[in-house]
């Protein structure tokens, strides 16, 4: 069975971040290469270990923002350029360029979009006047920045995918909704696909349409939403 493993590169850095810890740029490449393999060996079946063909493996990510932030607690103009994060993302894509079987796809970052914004547990706090102004520090603040182009190219290498038939199974590393259309039309094309959300909450439109629902790492201990791999039973086309 020959195999696509399609990765959305800023949901998997924080679920891996929280799964598996923070590392460098090279450690976190090797790890995600190794993460993809483990959906190649198909435990369905006794003896049946390594029936899948790995076809490519899809990266979609955007290139970090060089662009200058002002940041509303200190009152300071931030050099994203001169970032150690700005750094990381560059040497982590660079230790992916150099990965066999892999197809990095990058959108684009809306720089005029980019801020700091209050974190929501703050901002409850604040409104809650658990806190005040005078107790917030810089980490409570996180930089957002918006992405353009990413899911549009999950969806049409899906779609390409499908229509030429290149590939028996199509594997999604991500947690969003709107992969939905992509999805249903894979289906229809005879496609097995799979979501592997690591054990983060999914919507159930979503989880309608995949064929099933795969995590490849421990599950987290506490995990309210572990029940939605535990009933989860596989749909048959």
């Not at 349409?209 to 989860?232: A, C, F, M, T, W």
């Amino acid at each position: 069975m020959k195999v696509a493993i399609m990765v959305d590169g800023g949901f998997y850095r924080k679920r891996a971040n929280y799964l598996f810890g923070d590392k460098n740029a090279k450690d976190r490449a090797d790890e995600l290469i190794k993460y993809c393999h483990r959906h190649l060996k198909d435990t369905s079946e006794k003896g049946n270990e390594n029936s899948h063909y790995l076809y490519r493996i899809f990266y979609y990510d955007c290139k970090p923002s060089s662009k200058v932030v002002y940041h509303p607690l200190t009152q300071k103009s931030v050099n994203l350029g001169k970032s150690p994060q700005y750094k990381w993302s560059n040497d982590f894509f660079n230790e992916l360029i150099s990965k066999r079987k892999v197809a990095l796809r990058l959108g684009e970052l809306l720089d005029s979009s980019a801020g700091y914004r209050l974190n929501p547990d703050t901002l409850k706090k604040l409104c809650r006047k658990e806190i005040t102004i005078d107790d917030l520090t810089e980490g409570d603040f996180s930089l957002e920045i918006q992405q353009k182009g990413v899911d549009m190219r999950i969806g049409l290498d899906i779609a390409s995918l499908a229509q030429k038939r290149l590939v028996d199974k199509i594997i999604l590393i991500a947690g969003d909704s709107d992969f939905v259309p992509a999805a249903k039309n894979a289906r229809r094309e005879g496609i097995d696909f799979v979501l592997d959300p690591m054990w983060h909450t999914i919507k159930d439109s979503l989880n309608e349409h995949v064929d099933g629902l795969e995590s490849k790492v421990q599950r987290p201990p506490n995990n309210i939403h572990d029940k939605l791999h535990k009933n989860y039973k596989p749909k048959r086309q």
